[in-house]
T-cell receptor
Framework: AQKVTQAQTEISVVEKEDVTLDCVYE???????LFWYKQPPSGELVFLIR??????QNEISGRYSWNFQKSTSSFNFTITASQVVDSAVYFC????????????FGTGTKLQVIP | EPEVTQTPSHQVTQMGQEVILRCVPI?????FYWYRQILGQKVEFLVS????????KSEIFDDQFSVERPDGSNFTLKIRSTKLEDSAMYFC????????????FGQGTRLTVV
């Protein structure tokens, strides 16, 4: 069975600092997809990024960047120049390829950005 | 942009009552899911639904729970005889199919059992 581990339960940073959220996953499948979701205090899940197992290119989107390394089964998320609006719980997730596969979530990392 | 819609956003119910949480998945999606998140905890899988039947369910999804797609557009989660520990955020999600594995989540229904 697949598993997603987010070892950092809570992180606090001062505004404008960079912060990296760690994600380590386990699966025996060779085809899978990794995700990051943001959950602001209002509670909804906001999709941030999807990555498939065959694409190890790092991605940058504004202040967000993602580092996918299959060799270490990691999919880390970095926020550059953090802002107060980045304060949220961030979930890393995994889904296997094929039909009705379910999304497996990590336990989440609560990020607090202090002004 | 199409989205998954859940109603109500917040439901308060008395212990022992039945509740129905409603979801309208994205129209061309074929796979539907319910997830649960107890406050401060991880998002947990409850059930997946495809071709008008349950394709997988977790150990959480016991006889108290049922799902239905009554009219081809709505996807409902029924909780019979609610318990205090059913208080949680419930998320509905849908996917187009195996080629596109992004799951689109609704905004959630916060269920409070008192």
């Amino acid at each position: 069975a697949q598993k997603v581990t987010q070892a950092q339960t809570e992180i606090s940073v001062v505004e404008k600092e960079d912060v990296t959220l760690d994600c380590v996953y386990e699966t025996r499948d060779t085809t899978y997809y990794l995700f990051w979701y943001k959950q602001p205090p209002s509670g909804e899940l906001v999709f941030l990024i999807r990555r498939n197992s065959f694409d190890e290119q790092n991605e940058i989107s504004g202040r967000y960047s993602w580092n996918f390394q299959k060799s270490t089964s990691s999919f880390n998320f970095t926020i550059t120049a953090s802002q107060v609006v980045d304060s949220a719980v961030y979930f890393c997730a995994l889904i296997l390829s094929g039909g009705y596969q379910k999304v497996t979530f990590g336990t989440g990392t609560k990020l607090q950005v202090i002004p | 942009e199409p989205e998954v819609t859940q109603t109500p956003s917040h439901q308060v119910t008395q212990m022992g009552q039945e509740v129905i949480l409603r979801c309208v998945p994205i129209s061309n999606h074929l796979y539907f899911y319910w997830y649960r998140q107890i406050l401060g905890q991880k998002v947990e899988f409850l059930v997946s639904f495809y071709n008008n039947e349950i394709s997988e369910k977790s150990e959480i999804f016991d006889d108290q729970f049922s799902v239905e797609r009554p009219d081809g557009s709505n996807f409902t989660l029924k909780i019979r005889s609610t318990k205090l520990e059913d208080s949680a955020m419930y998320f509905c999600a849908s996917r187009t199919g195996p080629e596109n594995t992004e799951a689109f989540f609704g905004q959630g229904t916060r269920l409070t059992v008192v």
